[in-house]
């Protein structure tokens, strides 16, 4: 018995630990793949090179200081002016609104679905969310322009509508636009809470509205408030909607609901027209802004993930 | 006959011809049996023979896993738990439950054995109740000092009698336990059971446990479940075997499904 098993790993190769072969197909699949991501990975670094590379021409002219805190904005007056804190004020503006709208739907529709829905609610109301999500905006923002903002102008006659443009209203818009974001992660992350805590707290004599507001939200507080950083950074970065909605904006520093307003995203898409000459003071303006606007994002970003990973650690 | 017979008090529930399905399938059926107040009744038995469907039946958790549906009749001091009036919120509050693994809520010592009373709007000094939860759980020299601690910060086994203590401040008449001591070190489990005895003073108590040593130390009665081989092929029906006396079910029982369990020939 034992010389005939001794037989069999000396004399073939059945018990051989090597490689039958060299396996190219599969050396080749994780190529491409790793191609994939390098890919991926270079054309990011290169955008964010591209980016930040006119910034050195852009304070050549301006004072970064007087970039930062500067509060009119007027790149092609003839006494030209970049102080940022305009656009900076409209973005801004646009998350508040965004956040006043999309918190509290987000929120609430994903109370709902994590803790209320039943099965076959929920797989009709996540995929109509999904596309919701993918809808694209210059449609939200005709709606907002040729509906929302009629409509809301006509509910708040106590108001004063002198323009036909509104950075309130966009900024609600947005917040339209970020419900099914905020709604989606948040229910994602209600849903992680363990069934298990769900059922302590009914043990313990307490109604569903109860454990969904006093033990479901508290467990799964970091992955809700990541999905606010997620939806306000979307705020930040939504263009078209500002674009229509609020339109182009004074030069002037506005806190408002029914003013016109420029965001930073409203201004690249406006003056970034192909048209504008490589080298000037315009130019560099675009990528002035478009690097603090794409610092900004990924600041929230980060806190976002930061949050997340916190809510993980508790769980896993 | 033995003549150590104890006699038996109210009865707290009453099962006859109970029966759970999930869905379609059959977990448990045909269960009868009787829980005596201020006793602790076991229920022993190998795994998936249906002894958390039924302990979760009495107090209606089995309500929270959609198609689970319960036939057949639970009273509980002779009321249908089961009648169209009976609210299972109600239910929950008069009979808590212990889990198998310790579910402290992430909040603080103090918030997780105050979440209860202030879920029913208790009235009295909060401090007090909890204060007084923690003695009965035997934990309150542990976490004097750090109530406002992180409840995921303490040991496996003070978590679960963090759990207990959160389950007695809300004054029940009933706790269930399933395997409660199953995720813990043995001296932990003495203590869980040290715990039990003095809590039966005041509560009925009713415990799963896959562990028979911990059944024949702590349980005044004991029923055995098995699953039923006799339904054929493929189903696994629970069934009670047999209910009775603790001491009986383990010197002496009727059934020898059962003799072969405890002596360990099965399961
Ligand atoms: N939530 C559930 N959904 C469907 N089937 C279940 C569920 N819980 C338990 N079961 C089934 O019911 C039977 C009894 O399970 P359980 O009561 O957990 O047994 P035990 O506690 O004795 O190990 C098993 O066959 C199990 O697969
Ligand atoms: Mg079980």
Known sequence: MSSSIQGARSGSTANSLRAPSFRLGERIVIGLLFGAAAISVGVTIAIVISLFAPLPGFFEYVNPWDFLTGTLWAPSFADASFGVLPLVAGTLQVVFYAMLVGIPLGLGAAIYLSEYAGNGVRKIVKPILEVLEGLPTVATGLFAVFWLKPWIQESTPFLEWTSPFSIGVAGLTVGIITIPLIASVSDDAMRAVPMALREGAYALGATKMRVALKVVLPAAISGIVASFVLGASRAIGETMVVLLVAGGGSPQLKIGFTEPAGAMTAFIASRATGEIATGTIDYYSIFAVGALLFLMTLIMNMIAIRFVNKFREVYD | ?267
């Open chain 2, 1 to 267: 006959m033995e003549n150590n017979n104890k006699v038996a008090g109210n009865e707290v529930f009453s099962l006859s011809n109970m029966s759970v399905h999930y869905g379609e399938s059959l977990a448990v059926d045909g269960v009868n049996l009787p829980i005596y107040e201020n006793e602790i009744t076991a229920m022993i038995g190998p795994s998936g023979c249906g002894k958390s469907t039924v302990l979760r039946s009495l107090n209606r958790m089995n309500d929270l896993i959609p198609g689970a549906k319960v036939g057949g009749q639970v009273l509980y001091h002779g009321q249908d738990m089961y009648g169209p009036e009976v609210d299972p919120v109600q239910v929950r509050k008069l009979i808590g439950m212990v889990f198998q693994k310790p579910n402290p809520f992430p909040k603080s010592i103090y918030d997780n054995v105050a979440f209860g009373p202030q879920t029913l709007g208790m009235k009295g000094d909060m401090d007090e109740i909890v204060e007084g939860a923690l003695k009965k759980a035997a934990l309150w020299d542990d976490v004097k000092d750090r109530l406002k601690d992180n409840a995921f910060g303490m040991s496996g086994g003070q978590q679960q009698r963090l759990c207990i203590a959160r389950a007695i401040a809300v004054k029940p008449d009933v706790i269930l336990m399933d395997e409660p001591c199953s995720a813990l070190d043995p001296i932990s489990t003495f203590k869980i059971e040290d715990l039990m005895m003095e809590l039966k003073k005041d509560y009925t108590i009713v415990i799963v446990t896959h562990n028979m040593q911990q059944a024949a130390r702590v349980a005044d009665r004991t029923a055995f479940f098995t699953v039923d081989t006799e339904r054929g092929e493929g189903s696994r029906v629970g069934q009670l075997v047999e209910f009775d006396e603790t001491s009986k079910i383990f010197s002496n029982p009727a059934d020898s499904r059962t003799l072969d369990y405890v002596t360990g020939k099965f399961g």
